[in-house]
Nanobody, 130 residues
């Protein structure tokens, strides 16, 4: 079982930036895709960004409409760490953010679905407020 640990959340003013990190440990060699989801208080968990790769570097990234152009997903293969750079943050970005490891090799059309995930981080709170 892959173990994921999220970090980097906090309180930031509107327009500010944060970078989330997700450290993966365990049998990560079979991982082909990871992503970030978020869950605002009282709402369902929603897809934020996903990254698929084949081998040690590169990959294809995907974003939800609300964050496209403001958030960037990336990974450091050597450190087994996934990142989410969040810029131009808005109050509506406030949520608990979760790192996710997808099951197998997902196709793009399934990456929005939490049922495609087989491992979750513990979550890190992001609050955007003045």
């Amino acid at each position: 079982q892959v173990h994921l640990v999220d970090s980097g959340g906090g309180l930031v003013q509107p327009g500010g930036s944060l970078r989330l990190a997700c450290a993966a440990s365990g049998p990560t060699v079979s991982t082909n895709a990871m992503g970030w989801f978020r869950q605002p208080e009282g709402k369902e968990r929603e897809f934020v960004a996903g990254l698929r790769w084949n081998g040690g570097s590169g990959g294809n990234s995907y974003y939800s409409v609300p964050v496209k152009g403001r958030f960037t997903i990336s990974r450091d293969h050597a450190k087994n760490t996934l990142y989410l750079q969040m810029n131009s943050l808005k109050p509506e970005d406030t949520a608990l953010y979760y790192c996710a490891r997808y099951r197998g090799r997902p196709i793009m059309s399934t990456m929005w679905d939490p049922e495609s995930v087989d491992s979750w981080g513990q979550g890190t709170q992001v609050t955007v407020s003045s």
